[in-house]
C-alpha cells in the first residue's frame, strides 16, 4: 500500500508587507502569532498544528508553498520515494531548522509549483475549538494547467483519492476524515485559486465573516453552502488582496463515500450552491483567483 499524506499542515505566502498582513490575520482573520524568524510570522490555529501560515516578506505577493502532514518519519521517507518517481525535483529528507522544527522534504509538482512533506514538528497540546477562530486549513484550491496531470501526481505521489467531480472542480481526499485537502481547477497557467481556513461551525463562519465586514472587507462570494464537501463558504479578499475562504462543517468521509461526478452536483439555472440566496461570485472576486503565483524555485526547505 502507498504512503499517504495527512492533509494539508501549512501554507507560506509571500506579501510585501508581512506587518500589515499579520495585523489582519491576527487581529481580524483571529489567528494566533506563534512565532517570528528571519523577517517572517508564524501563525497558528486553534488545532495542533504548530502553525498553519507563515509570511515572508518579498517584492511581489506570492505562494511560496503547501506543506502537507505525514504521520512519522517512515512515512516521510516512503513519500520521498513515490514523489521522486514523479516529480522534476525532489530533495532528500532532512532535519528542518524553522519554527516547530520537524523531519521533511520539498518537491515541485507537474506545474512546479512549490510543495513540502513533513512530521515531527513541535505542535501543540492544545487543540480545541473555540468559537469564532480558526482551527487549520480545511483544504487549498489550486489552478492548474492540466488536471489530469496534477491528479495523477496527488495520487500516485501523496496518496490522495479523487472523491468528487463539481463543475471545473476535482476533489482530493487525504488520509483524514475531512472531505477534501486539495482541490484542483483548470486555468491557462497555474496559480492559487484560495486558502480555505476552517471554522469549528456555521455560526463560527457567520461571525467571521461579520467581523470582516466590519473591518473593511467585503464579502466577493457567500454565505452559502456548497454541494461538494457540504462546507459552508466566504469567500474574501485578504490583504495585498489575497485570496482565502472562511469555511465551516466541512463534511467527514471515510472509505464508504461514494463519488460523484458533475452531474451530481449541477444546480438550477442561477443557483450556485445548494442554499440560493447568495449573490453570484464578485468581479474582483473572478479576477484575484487567477492572480496569485507560486514563487518560482522555492521548493528546498
Given amino acids: ?3 499517504r499524506v495527512l492533509g494539508v499542515r501549512s501554507v507560506e505566502i509571500e506579501m510585501t508587507d508581512p506587518d500589515r498582513a499579520a495585523d489582519f490575520f491576527s487581529r481580524v482573520w483571529h489567528l494566533q502569532e506563534i512565532a517570528r524568524a528571519d523577517g517572517s510570522i508564524y501563525f497558528r490555529g486553534t488545532g495542533r498544528y504548530h502553525h498553519i501560515l507563515a509570511i515572508h516578506r518579498a517584492k511581489t505577493v506570492a505562494l511560496q508553498r503547501v506543506v502537507f502532514d505525514a504521520a512519522n518519519r517512515d512515512a516521510v521517507d516512503r513519500l520521498c520515494q513515490q514523489v521522486r518517481a514523479k516529480a522534476a525535483h525532489c530533495e532528500d529528507p532532512h532535519p528542518l531548522k524553522g519554527p516547530g522544527g520537524g523531519y521533511g522534504f520539498g518537491f515541485t509538482d507537474p506545474d512546479s509549483g512549490n510543495f513540502a512533506v513533513v512530521c515531527d514538528v513541535a505542535d501543540h497540546a492544545d487543540a480545541g475549538d473555540i468559537k469564532d477562530r480558526h482551527r487549520k486549513i480545511a483544504h487549498v484550491n489550486l489552478n492548474v494547467t492540466n488536471v489530469k496531470a496534477s491528479g495523477d501526481f496527488l495520487i500516485e505521489g501523496l496518496g490522495f483519492k479523487l472523491v468528487d467531480e463539481s463543475g471545473p472542480l476535482s476533489f482530493f481526499h487525504a488520509d483524514c476524515t475531512d472531505h477534501s485537502s486539495i482541490v484542483l481547477g483548470k486555468a491557462a497557467k497555474p496559480t492559487l485559486n484560495h486558502v480555505a481556513f476552517e471554522m469549528p461551525d456555521l455560526d463560527s463562519t457567520m461571525r467571521g465573516a461579520g467581523r470582516m ?8 462570494w457567500g454565505v452559502g ?3 461538494a464537501g457540504n462546507n459552508v463558504f466566504a469567500y474574501f479578499a485578504g490583504p495585498e ?10 463534511q467527514q468521509i471515510d472509505d464508504s463515500y461514494v463519488p460523484h461526478g458533475p452531474e451530481y452536483w449541477k444546480w438550477p439555472p442561477g443557483r450556485l450552491d445548494q ?3 447568495t449573490p453570484p461570485h464578485t468581479a474582483r472576486w473572478k479576477r484575484i483567483q487567477e492572480m496569485v503565483p507560486f514563487t518560482p524555485g522555492a521548493w528546498r526547505l
Avoid at 241 to 250: A, K, L, S
Fill in 213 to 220: 465586514r466590519d473591518n473593511g472587507y467585503p464579502i466577493e
Fill in 275 to 277: 442554499w440560493g440566496v
Fill in 1 to 3: 500500500m502507498s504512503a
Fill in 241 to 250: 488582496e489575497f485570496p482565502i475562504e472562511c469555511t465551516g462543517e466541512v
Fill in 225 to 227: 453552502r456548497h454541494g
